[in-house]
C-alpha cells in the first residue's frame, strides 16, 4: 500500500470477468475517486484474470492488466484484495482459500461456494486475521449482510423472510398479473434475459436456499449446513391458485423463511401466500425484499435490485471500500463467526407449524366434505375457511380449504389419508400461508 497524499492506494486482482465483473470495473472507473475522496482510500485494479480475454464486456481496460492465469494473481505481491467472480464450488473455491492462505483479503458474489463451503473459508481468514467480503452474495445491490452485521447487531433476531430470486419473482408477477401460465410465463422470463435456458436452480428454489443458510448463518452467528434448509420450487404452479389466492387476499411469492427460537431455528424456502396488503406483497417483476424482525428494532424492510451487472457490482466496490479502509487502518476485522458459538438445533420440517391453503378436486356429493372435515379433525387440524365456486352433482369441483395452525406432519398424513378415500380427483395442491410476524 502506498501513500499518495491523505489517500492510500489498495491494490486490487479480479479473477472472472463476466458481467458482474464488468459491473464492478465500471463501477470503479465512474466512481473511483468519488470514494476515494469519502473513504480516504484509493482502490486500484492492477490484475483481471479471465479465461476468456477477448469478448467486448463494454468496458475498457489496459490491456497490461489482463491476463488468463488466475493462479498468479494469488501470489502477487502488489495485490491485497482479490475479488473471486468465477462461479461454482471447484475453482473458485481454490481461488478464495488460496488468496487468504497467502494473506489476501477476499471479496466474493458466490452464494453456493459460501453456503456449501463457508465454515472453512470462514475460519481461515480467522486464523489469518483477514476479512472476508460477500455483500453482493444475497440480494444483489441490497445491503442487507451489512445491515446485519452492523446496522442492527444490537437485536436478536426473530424472523426474516426474504424473496431472494429475481427470476421466480418475475415469472410469478407475471401470473398474477396477466393470467398466464407457469409455462408461458418461464418463456417470456427466458427471453427477457431473466432466466437461464436450463431454469433449474432459480424455479425450483436452489438459489434462493444458498441465501437463505448465508442470511440462517449471520442470525445465529455460527454456519449452518445446506441440509438445514427445506426447499420447494415454484415449477408447474398453477394459474387457478394466483387467482384464488388473490380472492382470500393474499399474492403467492418465493419466500425464504427463517425463524429463530432460543434452542431450535427453522430455514425454508417455498411458495408462501402472504397478505397482499403487506410490503413484501407488493415486491414484482425482478426485484427483491428482505424483511428483517430484530427484539430491539422490530420489523425492517430492504428493497431493490437483487442481481445484474451494475446492481452487484456495487455490492462488489462497497465491500472493496470497507475492506480497504480496514487495511488502510491496520485495525484487523472481527471474525465472521466469533469463536465459541454453536449452531442452535435446525427443526425438522414435520415439526413447523403453518396455516395451509389446500385446493382438493372434490366429488361433489352430499357428505363428502363433511368426511374431509372429519379427516382434518382427526389430525388436530381445525378449518378456517372452506371456499367452493362450482357446483357439478356427481362429479369433482374444485375446494378451496384455509386452516388454523398446523403441524406440516399432521396436514400431510391428513391428506395422504384423503388421497386414499377415493373422492379426490388427482392430488391435493398445498401452499402455507405465511402472515408476516403477526402470529407473534
Do not use: W
Not at 482459500?97 to 477476499?106: D, E, P, W, Y
Not at 443458510?213 to 445465529?220: E, K, M, Q, R, T
Not at 415439526?351 to 391453503?357: G, H, I
Not at 378451496?400 to 391435493?428: Q, Y
Request: charged fraction near 20%.
Amino acid at each position: 500500500m502506498e501513500r499518495r497524499g491523505f489517500v492510500k492506494e489498495i491494490g486490487i486482482g479480479l479473477i472472472g470477468f463476466g458481467t458482474v465483473g464488468a459491473g464492478v470495473v465500471e463501477c470503479l472507473q465512474k466512481n473511483g475517486e468519488r470514494m476515494a475522496a469519502r473513504t480516504g482510500v484509493k482502490l486500484v485494479l492492477r490484475k483481471i484474470a479471465d479465461v476468456d480475454l477477448d469478448r467486448d464486456r463494454g468496458v475498457k481496460v489496459d490491456p497490461a492488466i489482463l491476463t488468463r492465469d488466475g493462479n498468479a494473481l494469488l501470489t502477487d505481491p502488489s495485490l491485497d484484495i482479490i475479488i473471486e467472480l468465477v462461479g461454482g464450488t471447484g475453482f473458485a473455491k481454490e481461488v478464495v482459500l488460496k488468496a487468504l492462505q497467502n494473506g489476501k483479503a477476499v471479496v466474493t458474489a458466490n452464494k453456493a461456494l459460501l453456503a456449501e463451503h463457508g465454515p472453512a473459508i470462514f475460519q481461515l481468514a480467522a486464523k489469518k486475521g483477514l476479512p472476508v467480503g460477500f455483500e453482493a452474495s444475497v440480494a444483489g445491490a441490497i445491503p442487507i449482510i451489512r445491515a446485519m452485521r452492523e446496522g442492527l447487531v444490537g437485536n436478536r433476531f426473530q424472523r426474516i423472510y426474504g424473496i431472494l430470486n429475481g427470476t421466480c419473482n418475475f415469472i410469478l408477477t407475471k401470473m398474477e398479473k396477466e393470467q398466464v401460465t407457469f409455462e408461458h410465463a418461464l418463456k417470456e422470463a427466458q427471453a427477457a434475459g431473466y432466466a437461464e435456458a436450463n431454469p433449474a436452480l432459480d424455479i425450483d428454489g436452489f438459489d434462493t436456499a444458498h441465501k437463505a443458510v448465508i442470511l440462517a448463518s449471520l442470525a445465529c452467528g455460527s454456519p449452518l449446513p445446506m441440509k438445514a434448509v427445506f426447499v420447494e420450487g415454484i415449477r408447474g404452479l398453477a394459474k387457478i391458485d394466483m387467482e384464488y389466492a388473490k380472492g382470500l387476499g393474499y399474492r403467492i411469492k418465493l419466500l425464504a423463511v427463517i425463524k429463530l427460537a432460543d434452542d431450535c431455528v427453522e430455514v425454508r424456502v417455498h411458495p408462501a401466500l402472504i397478505p397482499a396488503d403487506s410490503l413484501m406483497a407488493s415486491v414484482s417483476g425482478v426485484f427483491n425484499a428482505v424483511m428483517v424482525d430484530g427484539d430491539m428494532a422490530g420489523q425492517t424492510m430492504y428493497y431493490g435490485r437483487g442481481a445484474g451487472r451494475l446492481p452487484t457490482g456495487s455490492a462488489v466496490v462497497s465491500d472493496l471500500a470497507d475492506i480497504g479502509m480496514a487495511l488502510a487502518s491496520g485495525v484487523p476485522p472481527p471474525p465472521v463467526f466469533p469463536a465459541g458459538v454453536t449452531a442452535p438445533a435446525c427443526r425438522s420440517m414435520g415439526e413447523v407449524t403453518n396455516r395451509f391453503y389446500i385446493r382438493l378436486a372434490l366429488l361433489d356429493q352430499p357428505g363428502v366434505l363433511g368426511r374431509i372435515a372429519a379427516v382434518f379433525g382427526s389430525h388436530s387440524i381445525s378449518l378456517a375457511s372452506v371456499m367452493q365456486k362450482e357446483t357439478q352433482t356427481g362429479r369433482h369441483v374444485p375446494v378451496v380449504l384455509v386452516t388454523h395452525r398446523a403441524k406440516e406432519s399432521d396436514c400431510l398424513a391428513a391428506l395422504e389419508e384423503i388421497g386414499a378415500m377415493n373422492v379426490t380427483n388427482g392430488p391435493a395442491v398445498r401452499m402455507r400461508i405465511e402472515d408476516l410476524g403477526a402470529e407473534k
